[in-house]
């Protein structure tokens, strides 16, 4: 149990456009997700709180109008970069809180995203 | 100072050694702790939690947690090749009011590698 998927798992896309990545938790409801940005051989830096039907609560220094983050349903939250740049290439990855186990996160595989 | 400190090694050992993976920390609020092991361009796996002080074996793994020194532990007898990864401790603490848990705080991560 608490598997959480994270789609998709690379993408490349042109500076200037933006890109979607999904996280799903797929066996238990999550009413709060995570998402961390992981630069590499780094730790994890928690970019935002996504919290199902409210707006998200974003880490102090993260661009809230860059980072866009959708909780739309209990096993589902979006992370939408817009306006891509180079910078933003790293690696992303969410994580959910398990409802009767909530200082426990389990966490999807990432998405590596790329900005050319 | 950093809320937790972690060696980010890295750190070699033969197979079959035991290994002894460390944390500190400086917040007395943290009560949850956490082990996740990641595999290079992998989401991080939850390994081990333990709540407040003690220890809890799975396994090979074994957690120990002394809040007194605020100081955490992850030992990982037999080691395998298959346990080469990188190590990340994680910690959090209930919200002022107790009704949730906070968000959760990551160590560097130790870059371990088992050889055969």
Avoid at chain 2, 88 to 110: I, W
């Amino acid at each position: 149990g608490a598997v959480v998927s994270q789609h998709p798992s690379r993408v490349i896309c042109k500076s200037g456009t933006s890109v979607k990545i999904e996280c799903r938790s797929l066996d238990f409801q999550a009413t709060t997700m995570f998402w961390y940005r992981q630069f590499p051989k780094k730790s994890l830096m928690l970019m935002a709180t996504s919290n199902e039907g409210s707006k998200a609560t974003y880490e102090q220094g993260v661009e809230k109008d860059k980072f866009l983050i959708n909780h739309a349903s209990l096993t589902l939250s979006t992370l939408t970069v817009t306006s891509a740049h180079p910078e933003d290439s790293s690696f992303y990855i969410c994580s959910a809180r398990v409802p009767d186990r909530g200082y426990e996160q389990y966490f999807g595989p990432g998405t590596r995203l790329t900005v050319t | 100072q950093k809320e937790v400190e972690q060696d980010p090694g890295p750190l070699s050992v033969p197979e079959g050694a035991i290994v002894s993976l460390n944390c500190t920390y400086s917040n007395s609020a943290f009560q949850y702790f956490m082990w996740y092991r990641q595999y290079s361009r992998k989401g991080p796996e939850l390994l081990m939690y333990t709540y407040s002080s003690g220890n809890k074996e799975d396994g090979r793994f074994t957690a120990q947690v002394d809040k007194s020194s605020k100081y955490i532990s992850l030992f990982i007898r037999d080691s395998q090749p298959s346990d080469s990864a990188t190590y990340l401790c994680a910690m959090s603490a209930r919200n002022a009011g107790g009704t949730s848990y906070g968000k959760l705080t990551f160590g560097q991560g130790t870059i371990l590698t088992v050889h055969p």
